[in-house]
């Protein structure tokens, strides 16, 4: 039961570089997220998606972009990235937006970039 | 806007005792409030989930309760115990005019010594 996945774990970048974050779920989840996690920031959504074919800017989109591939699937890409967006990544999945069940957390994906 | 706050921080307790955290929110438009806990390294799992209709839910020794009208929820650990260490973070959510999202506390850091 693997719930969500994240892919990389780890990632060191250096600045301008491009990359792109993985995430499924296996629960037919229609709802996903991508928060960021900052000491003295907590957790702030970047984007969300609240069905297939849909995605939605968050707090802090700026220098992000997403793509929902499938029902399963939920993509962060950092285009050039940039020593602020140095964070913890979690992708997130629910089974609506709207008036929103339980939340179910990959385990994270750690980024530097230099 | 919606803001979420959880004090103290960080608290320290032996083991045995009973302790309850506090998380405040500012509009009390919720759908639903969710208590997460945050194990160091890894992802959010989430404890309890009360909908903006109930007063309170029980897991085990946790329970969580709601007010609304004061915009505040506990979250009381009975007979705490050493595994009980992590952050635990609450979430208000389900804001219609905002597609339904949760906004996080920036949680608060238990330790429970032998």
């Known amino acids: 039961n693997a719930g969500v996945t994240q892919t990389p774990k780890f990632q060191v970048l250096k600045t301008g570089q491009s990359m792109t974050l993985q995430c499924a779920q296996d629960?037919?989840?229609?709802?996903m997220y991508w928060y960021r996690q900052d000491p003295g920031m907590g957790l702030r959504l970047i984007y969300y998606?609240?069905?297939?074919?849909?995605?939605d800017k968050g707090e802090v989109p700026n220098g992000y972009n997403v793509s929902r591939l499938n029902k399963r699937e939920f993509s962060l890409r950092l285009e050039s990235a940039a020593p602020s967006q140095t964070s913890v990544y979690f992708c997130?999945?629910?089974?609506?937006?709207?008036?929103?069940?339980?939340?179910?957390f990959g385990e994270g994906s750690r980024l530097t970039v230099l | 806007k919606q803001e979420v706050t959880q004090i103290p921080a960080a608290l320290s307790v032996p083991e045995g005792e009973n302790l309850v955290l506090n998380c405040s929110f500012t509009?009390?438009?919720?759908?639903?409030l969710q208590w997460f806990r945050q194990d160091p390294g890894k992802g959010l799992t989430s404890l309890l989930l009360?909908?903006?209709?109930?007063r309170e839910q029980t897991s085990g020794r946790l329970n969580a309760s709601l007010d609304k009208s004061s915009g505040r929820s506990t979250l009381y650990i009975a007979a705490s115990q050493p595994g009980d260490s992590a952050t635990y973070l609450c979430?208000?959510?389900?804001?219609?005019?905002?597609?339904?999202?949760?906004?996080f506390g920036q949680g608060t850091e238990l330790s429970v010594k032998p």
């Open positions: 997130a999945s629910s089974v609506r937006t709207l008036n929103t069940g339980e939340l179910f």
């Open positions: 629960m037919n989840h229609n709802s």
């Open positions: 998606s609240a069905s297939e074919g849909t995605t």
């Open positions: 509009d009390s438009a919720i759908y639903n």
């Open positions: 009360i909908q903006s209709s109930q």
């Open positions: 979430a208000a959510g389900g804001f219609y005019n905002q597609g339904g999202k949760l906004i």
